[in-house]
């Protein structure tokens, strides 16, 4: 019989629509993402690197090789700049704060998806020359040294660096990397140009995909602010919000329920993995939507 709360609710079982492998910044190569979701029993699996498709090929390589119904959702996850209309809180430096788009079921071989991976990527490389000049000034070369040993070729991103910290002793947590040096506003920080929210969801629904705002929780604004900011993202195209990401309360569930209602947004759902915790790989999500929500693959 099924529990009371699954009457009232969708199944989201099965589902991990965001997740990471080497090619970006997660710690599972993508052969070895798929063999753990086939061991899991994920029936839908997006593979959500940073700004690139490379992960998802290797991926889709190998899952044709498996006798397995996986559906693999080929997915990116864009950096993008929202600049608000007013400045009301504190990741805002006036030339806008970065938010991350998660674009799902794309067609990754359009030309408009390639683009946008193509103008991700400018800013990211800008960004990390700025960003490595910083660290050298301050004496350490080997941390950048490190950091583009551990990407070994892939996207580099402010993981590897606060991985490259911790393991030379320049924190003693890795979280330490963010709230000491890489945050907003700290001392090794540097503003990125990323494309629009605009330009990222025209890009994404261009190429066939569905645009979401992924944790919008995690850019910790104001009530008032999260609204202007889903707001904007509605009106710039984007047809869903992650309101399940990671492992929330039901707190945050409800809080992003209300928000996805009163914007008429569909709901996506995702671990946002990236690497192994406690030596445990949390796959896909334990909480169920709320059955007033359109979960994103019924609009598929
Ligand atoms: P980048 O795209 O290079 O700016 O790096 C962003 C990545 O760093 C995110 O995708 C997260 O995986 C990680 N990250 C960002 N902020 C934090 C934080 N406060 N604590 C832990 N990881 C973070
Ligand atoms: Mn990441
Ligand atoms: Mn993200
Ligand atoms: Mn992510």
């Known amino acids: ?57 290797i991926a889709s390589e190998h899952l044709a090789k498996q006798s397995s119904d996986l559906q693999l959702v080929p997915s990116v996850e864009f950096s993008s700049r929202w600049n608000a209309l007013s400045n009301i809180d504190s990741e805002d430096d006036g030339r806008g704060m970065t938010v991350h788009i998660v674009a799902l079921n794309i067609d990754p071989k359009s030309t408009s998806i390639q683009k946008l991976i193509g103008a991700t990527q400018s800013a990211r490389n800008e960004r990390n020359e700025r960003l490595k000049i910083k660290f050298i000034k301050k004496g350490w070369q080997d941390v950048i040294n490190l950091a583009e040993e551990l990407s070994s070729g892939a996207t580099l991103t402010r993981t590897h660096i606060a991985n490259a910290m911790l393991t030379l002793d320049k924190v003693s947590k890795y979280g330490q990397a963010f709230s000491r040096y890489l945050g907003s506003g700290k001392p090794l920080s540097v503003h990125t140009k990323w494309p629009s929210i605009s330009e990222t969801v025209d890009g994404i629904n261009k190429s066939g995909g569905t645009a979401v705002l992924a944790h919008p929780l995690h850019y910790q604004l104001t009530r008032k602010k999260l609204l202007q900011l889903c707001s904007d993202f509605k009106k710039a195209g984007g047809q869903a919000i992650e309101v399940i990401t990671g492992n929330p309360d039901k707190k945050a569930i409800e809080n992003l329920t209300g928000i996805a209602l009163r914007q008429n947004l569909a709901a996506s759902v995702g671990s946002d993995f990236h690497a192994p915790r406690n030596g445990k790989i949390h796959l896909g999500v334990p909480q169920v939507l709320p059955l007033a929500l359109t979960p994103v693959w019924e609009i598929w």
Do not use: C, R
Request: glycine residues 8%; charged residues 20%; negative net charge.
């Open 1 to 57: 019989m099924p529990q009371q709360a699954e009457i009232f609710s969708k199944n989201t079982q099965g589902y991990d629509l965001h997740t990471h492998s080497t090619a970006s910044d997660g710690s599972l190569t993508p052969q070895e993402l798929i063999d753990t979701a086939i061991d899991y029993g994920i029936t839908h699996l997006a593979l959500s690197d940073h700004d690139t498709l490379k992960g998802f090929e």
